[in-house]
């Protein structure tokens, strides 16, 4: 039902927007039709914005954490991380498929991650501990939005201080 509308007015925006979120199936089980895979896709060119990735900069890698590290529902959790290009624009893509079956053990995802734009260690997996009992809390729809989320403030603090700097001067 709202397939109509998303193809007439949201699709078309996604070519200048400076980060996306897609929300796809699985490609964990051909079979399981709730389980969902999330793209966050970052453009490269954005002024005081740094892409968030996995382990190395500009490199693509495929992870699959330990179970023991990091309990999951369903098929479990694969992540994605590497450069692509979307819209004929560099972006750098972090890629979640699965689900998470303990919030709390995210911080282990968290060490991870690079350029989450975080304040301090474990921010990230806090923010979602408090929306545990939000939809998509556990899967990569509540992970791309908490990091999206952070990504703003951050960009938002630069270009307050840069205001700020243009002001006094």
């Given at each position: 039902?709202?397939?109509?509308?998303?193809?007439?007015?949201?699709?078309?925006?996604?070519?200048?927007?400076?980060?996306?979120?897609?929300?796809?199936?699985?490609?964990?089980?051909?079979?399981?039709?709730?389980?969902?895979?999330?793209?966050?896709?970052?453009?490269?060119?954005?002024?005081?914005?740094?892409?968030?990735?996995?382990?190395?900069?500009?490199?693509?890698?495929?992870?699959?954490?330990?179970?023991?590290?990091?309990?999951?529902?369903?098929?479990?959790?694969?992540?994605?991380?590497g450069p692509e290009t979307f819209?004929?624009?560099?972006?750098?893509?972090?890629?979640?498929?699965?689900?998470?079956?303990?919030?709390?053990?995210?911080?282990?995802?968290?060490?991870?991650?690079?350029?989450?734009?975080?304040?301090?260690?474990?921010?990230?997996?806090?923010?979602?501990?408090?929306?545990?009992?939000?939809?998509?809390?556990?899967?990569?729809?509540?992970?791309?939005?908490?990091?999206?989320?952070?990504?703003?403030?951050?960009?938002?603090?630069?270009?307050?201080?840069?205001?700020?700097?243009?002001?006094?001067?």
């Amino acid at each position: 039902a709202r397939k109509p509308d998303f193809d007439a007015y949201i699709a078309p925006q996604k070519e200048y927007a400076d980060l996306t979120i897609e929300v796809l199936p699985t490609l964990l089980d051909p079979e399981d039709k709730e389980t969902l895979r999330v793209r966050c896709i970052q453009r490269n060119d954005v002024d005081n914005f740094e892409p968030c990735f996995l382990f190395d900069e500009g490199s693509t890698f495929e992870w699959v954490p330990c179970k023991r590290k990091l309990a999951t529902k369903g098929p479990g959790v694969k992540f994605t991380s590497g450069p692509e290009t979307f819209y004929d624009k560099p972006v750098q893509v972090l890629e979640m498929d699965g689900a998470f079956g303990n919030i709390a053990e995210l911080v282990y995802v968290e060490h991870q991650l690079r350029n989450t734009s975080t304040e301090y260690y474990g921010e990230l997996c806090h923010a979602m501990l408090k929306l545990a009992d939000a939809p998509g809390s556990d899967n990569g729809t509540g992970l791309m939005q908490t990091l999206a989320a952070f990504a703003i403030r951050d960009l938002y603090e630069k270009k307050k201080a840069e205001s700020n700097e243009t002001v006094e001067a």
